[in-house]
């Protein structure tokens, strides 16, 4: 495949004339070709237009016809795994095993939502008869489906350039819901990008689809990623990165004439607590815990960034074993020079801190952009007075709580933000109370038992979402088919005929 660097506008590709952007090598900082011109605001403008003009008529294909649409478009990627497998590990710094498994999770979901929507599972339709003898007063018929919300921006994250990118979750379900989409595609992998845009372009064509049901475009955030948020035509947001990003597209949404939701993922430290059993024999634990915290040098959302513990006998101990084996953790390279700074930025700071202590670290093992795991260790008071040791370090990097009582314990739980994971690890269920479990499911979209928080199963039951912080809506989640229900919405229809009626309510 030829890269051109093009932006893909409905069924078309037109070349920006905004500031350029290039991806990097982050193992090297070598910038490779082609570049990639930003969007202009006429291009922006277009691209809306033509995904409104689209969504009257792709809001009402069958569902049958969208599933197969889905599933051309996980056709489509697969054909280009080779490909994916050469340019993404170049402009990511992410390893071949990475990449292979990525792109099994994105055509997987993609193929999930085909098979949610043929079973019509989407719909929720609802029936309640019309009830004309009721006194005092007779009830109508009504009957509730949901129907796509509208055209739909997402914003592709830096750390899954696949399963959260351009044909990622928030791509598919809206796709799946009946929504349009256009996507902006993240700076440091745009190559990937390309790719992939052109797959779905490939599928909509295949499937003769209507122009504008997707289009891709690269570009500046003030530019494209603030233009499309404020444009009239799009009605929600899917976005995946920092919380300074986040909290900008929803002031944006916001303040619109017509506000809109935006369903921001934004920053999670997934506390991970150590109840008294687990340090009595820690070696399970902390091999499971250092294989979650390198996992993708830490790049992932669900990276455990605090281990929460109590000061029993066996503290010591644990303590030293796991510094001792995170001295022994090499470093990795991070998906770009930018993230590698700001991670760099983040152990400077708890670093220089006097509330807090330097366990142990690793080894650096390359040139750039290397992320070297670090193990840091304050008190449960310190913790609580000091609300910056509750930010998140994008990276392999972990702060360990010692708490002296239970009354620490519980306390840290309630004053953790919210957060997409909490984990516990105990051998004995008699140690964990009620009053545990009820804190943390305040706070958690997911809560894990002896087991650790990186790995997303793709499925019905999974939720990654949780309470602000981690994310801009804690009622949804964008894995698993539940995602899709952010892009509908319901509509009740009273004493319609039956052959006015959509097929799903007759």
Request: charged share 25%; proline share 5%.
């Amino acid at each position: 495949m030829n890269l051109n660097g093009n932006l893909i506008i409905g069924l078309k590709e037109e070349t920006g004339s905004e500031k350029e952007v290039s991806a990097k090598n982050p193992s090297t900082n070598d910038t490779l070709s082609p570049g990639y011109k930003g969007a202009t605001e006429k291009q922006l403008e277009h691209a809306c237009e033509l995904a409104n003009n689209a969504f009257y008529k792709y809001k009402n294909t069958s569902f049958e016809d969208r599933a197969k649409f889905l599933d051309t478009i996980a056709e489509e990627i697969e054909t280009v795994k080779e490909t994916l497998l050469k340019i993404t590990p170049e402009e990511t710094g992410l390893p071949e095993a990475r990449i292979t498994g990525e792109t099994g999770r994105t055509v997987g979901q993609l193929r999930m939502f085909a098979e949610f929507i043929r079973n019509s599972k989407h719909t929720d339709a609802t029936i309640d008869e019309a009830l004309p003898d009721r006194q005092p007063l007779p009830r109508p018929d009504l009957r509730l489906r949901n129907v796509a919300i509208g055209p739909v921006a997402v914003f592709g994250a830096s750390n899954f350039p696949l399963a959260f990118s351009v044909a990622g979750g928030d791509t598919a379900s809206a796709l799946a819901a009946g929504c349009p989409v256009i996507v902006k595609a993240h700076s440091s992998h745009p190559r990937t990008s390309e790719i992939i845009g052109r797959c779905i372009q490939n599928a909509v064509k295949k499937n003769n689809l209507p122009d504008g049901t997707f289009s891709l475009l690269f570009g500046s955030g003030n530019i494209v990623g603030q233009g499309l948020v404020k444009n009239k035509y799009i009605k929600a947001v899917g976005f995946t990165g920092s919380r300074n990003g986040g909290l900008q597209i929803v002031k944006t949404a916001q303040s619109r004439n017509e506000p809109i939701p935006v369903y921001a993922e934004m920053s999670s430290i997934n506390p991970v607590f150590v109840f008294n059993s687990v340090l009595e024999n820690p070696d399970k634990f902390i091999e499971g815990f250092l294989v979650s915290l390198q996992m993708g040098a830490g790049q992932f959302c669900t990276n455990p960034g605090l281990i929460i513990t109590q000061n029993s006998k066996n503290y010591e101990n644990f303590k030293s074993k796991l510094a001792e084996k995170i001295k022994e953790q090499n470093s990795q390279t991070m998906l770009s020079n930018v993230i590698a700074k700001a991670y760099e930025e983040g152990v400077s700071k708890f670093k220089s801190k006097n509330n807090i202590t330097l366990v142990g670290e690793g080894k650096k093992n390359g040139n750039a952009n290397q992320c070297i795991p670090h193990l840091f260790e304050t008190s449960a008071n310190e913790f609580k007075k000091d609300q910056e040791l509750s930010d998140e370090i994008f990276g392999s990097t972990s702060l360990i709580i010692k708490c002296e009582n239970d009354q620490d314990f519980n306390e840290i739980a309630k004053k953790i933000e919210g957060q997409l994971t909490i984990s516990f690890h105990s051998n004995n269920v008699e140690e964990v109370s009620e009053e545990f479990i009820s804190l943390i499911e305040d706070r958690a979209g997911r809560i894990i038992y002896n087991q650790f928080p990186t790995g997303v199963e793709v499925c019905h039951a999974m939720v990654h979402g949780g309470p602000f912080p981690a994310t801009s809506d804690t009622r949804t989640t964008s894995v698993g088919s539940k995602a899709i229900f952010r892009f509908l919405r319901p509509v009740s229809y009273q004493n319609i005929p039956s052959q006015l009626l959509p097929k799903e309510i007759k």
